[in-house]
């Protein structure tokens, strides 16, 4: 519901309710209650109360107990590490041979991909958390502003009737000290003159209690901090997610491609992370449950702070806070009364207008009332508007939905990265389970080695290759099949070919030369066998040397 206000032309202020922006109503998330159920044992193993109470020692060790038990568990899962590595390590494989590790190889794939779902799962809560504290610094500007306001129209109207007393009424009493009237006029004139000064005091008396209440309420720093460490905490969060979204594709190339170095070191990236996630678990659970302690019952709290830290009345408070039918405004009775005041000066102004009118001209007239008319309409719209500033329904929307902001999308953000980091943590140490067993059964990578292509014995192409017939010509069979040439088939002499390489390589051709001269010195050292006598042994055959 929202309120109409009207000033009439003797300066009264009416205030009509017309219907639209419904007071919005808060109530606990279920997240919140979830968390605030949860068990607050302290350092003693003690239960204590679950009321929040940040500056309780007490409170504070059950939200640290709660801190440490995702570390405990970091520590536990550090240890059966270190017990399945020294176990992985010392065991020896009896078969040598390697097995195929497809399945282990989509095996870790799919969970890489589930840990990428996990990991965007956290992605997604640091976006809500910094939505529902951008909701929070937004409402909360906005009463910053609201307060503002009120204090800049307190201010407004005190200089407005300040001017009045001052300036205005001086015009006045020269008005009433006129010749042209008589005494009975001077007399009624000076005497409406003190009745606008009296209820300008009154006014300024009714703003006074109302100013000590607004006047020392700030909210710009608190916005500010809070603003500054969300940023950080943003950033830092998306910089340490997108770190493992990084190492995850790191490993899924490694597996891919079955590099042994990458998942050695992903395995040890991987341990860090888990110590990371862990910790930032045990931070998030904290912090959750604290939270959820203060938005099960907000008001408390935050009546205790405003009791201690300002100077407004706690009877303002609640009626912000409640925004019903039954609680009244406590500054209705300030305000009415200075309402009344403003309309008492302005129908004594009327009167004086209405005698002086009588014995003076128009333009003396207005000269002397004009400044006392518009500092009064003035500090009729600054009523006006104070009346709003302090009115329950700007207020308490403001308040509810700066809660709705912590305690709904904060929470929400805050829950989906507890079980982010949990769950990723988790998947992280299956991953360096399975790295294990896979590259047990990964070899070294061939590697290329430098060669020297200079190199005599080093292989040559068969399309570059020189012929087989450059090397060695031994002879060749006649078509008539007889030894036509024996003794170019005779092979030479060993010691002729004492420092050639075997026949079964390629050689270059200045080997090829060093060969060819070799064989030429062969047949000149060699002698010829004598040719057998034909005549004497007429059956004879060629016999083999």
């Known amino acids: 519901m929202s309120v109409k206000y009207d000033v009439t032309t003797e300066g009264v202020l009416s205030v009509t309710p017309q219907p639209g922006n419904e007071v919005l109503q808060y109530q606990t998330p279920w997240l919140a209650e979830l968390f605030h159920s949860f068990p607050h044992i302290n350092l003693s193993f003690k239960l204590t109360n679950s009321t929040f109470d940040p500056e309780n020692e007490s409170y504070l060790q059950t939200l640290g107990f ?35 590790i497809t399945c282990l190889t989509w095996t870790i794939v799919i969970f890489l991909l589930i840990t990428g779902g996990i990991i965007g799962m956290g992605l997604f809560g640091n976006e809500d958390v910094d939505k529902g504290i951008v909701q929070f610094t937004t409402a909360a500007n906005s009463l910053d502003g609201t307060i503002s306001g009120a204090r800049n129209e307190i201010n407004s109207a005190e200089d407005n009737v300040n001017n009045t007393i001052n300036n205005g009424v001086n015009g006045l009493l ?83 491609k079955k590099y042994k170095a990458i998942l050695l070191m992903c395995t040890g990236l991987f341990v860090f992370n888990i110590i990371l996630s862990l910790i930032t678990a045990g931070a998030y659970l904290g912090v959750s449950v604290g939270l959820s302690d203060f938005c099960v019952d907000p008001d408390t709290y935050v009546n205790k ?52 009118s009588l014995f003076v001209g128009e333009s003396v007239l207005q000269q002397a009332v004009k400044p006392v008319r518009d500092d009064l309409g003035k500090t009729v719209i600054n009523i006006q508007e104070l009346y709003a500033d302090v009115n329950c329904a700007g207020i308490h929307n403001d308040y509810v939905n700066a809660l709705l902001g912590v305690c709904d999308r904060g929470i929400t953000g805050l829950a989906f990265l507890l079980m982010s980091s949990l769950l990723s943590a988790i998947f992280l140490g299956l991953l360096i389970i399975f790295n294990s067993v896979a590259w047990r059964h990964m070899g070294k990578r061939k590697e290329y080695a430098s060669i020297d292509e200079d190199d005599p014995f080093f292989p040559r192409n068969p399309e570059t290759a020189p012929p087989a017939s450059s090397y060695y010509r031994y002879g060749s069979v006649t078509s008539s099949g007889a030894w036509a040439d024996r ?54 055959g060629p016999t083999d040397v």
């Open 487 to 540: 003794d170019a088939m005779r092979p030479p002499a060993r010691e002729a070919f004492r420092g050639s390489p075997p026949p079964a390589y390629d050689y270059y051709p200045q080997y090829s030369r060093q060969t060819t001269e070799v064989s030429e010195t062969a047949e000149t050292v060699i002698p010829e066998p004598s040719a057998p006598d034909s005549a004497s042994d007429p059956t004879s």
């Open 305 to 356: 702070v405003v009791r201690s830290e300002t100077k407004v009345g706690l009877g303002f408070v609640q009626y912000c806070m409640n925004c019903s039918d039954k609680e009244e405004n406590p500054f209705d009775q300030y305000l009415l009364t200075a309402q009344s005041s403003v309309t008492d000066a302005n129908r004594t102004l009327t009167k004086i207008v209405e005698m002086a």
């Open 66 to 100: 709660l801190a440490a038990l995702p570390i405990s568990f970091m520590v536990l899962v550090l240890m059966l590490f270190s017990c399945y590595c020294c176990i992985r390590c010392c065991r020896q494989d009896k078969t040598k041979k390697r097995k195929k």
């Open 174 to 256: 020269n008005l009433a000290s006129s010749p042209l009237l008589n005494e009975t006029a001077r007399a009624k004139l000076r005497q409406w003159t003190q009745d606008i000064v009296i209820s300008g005091q009154k006014v300024l008396s009714s703003i006074a209690n109302i100013k000590d209440d607004v006047h020392e309420t700030e909210l710009g720093d608190v916005i500010s901090r809070v603003k500054a460490y969300e940023y950080y905490r943003w950033l830092a969060t998306l910089v340490f997610l997108c770190w493992e979204l990084l190492i995850c594709l790191l490993l899924l190339i490694g597996a891919f």
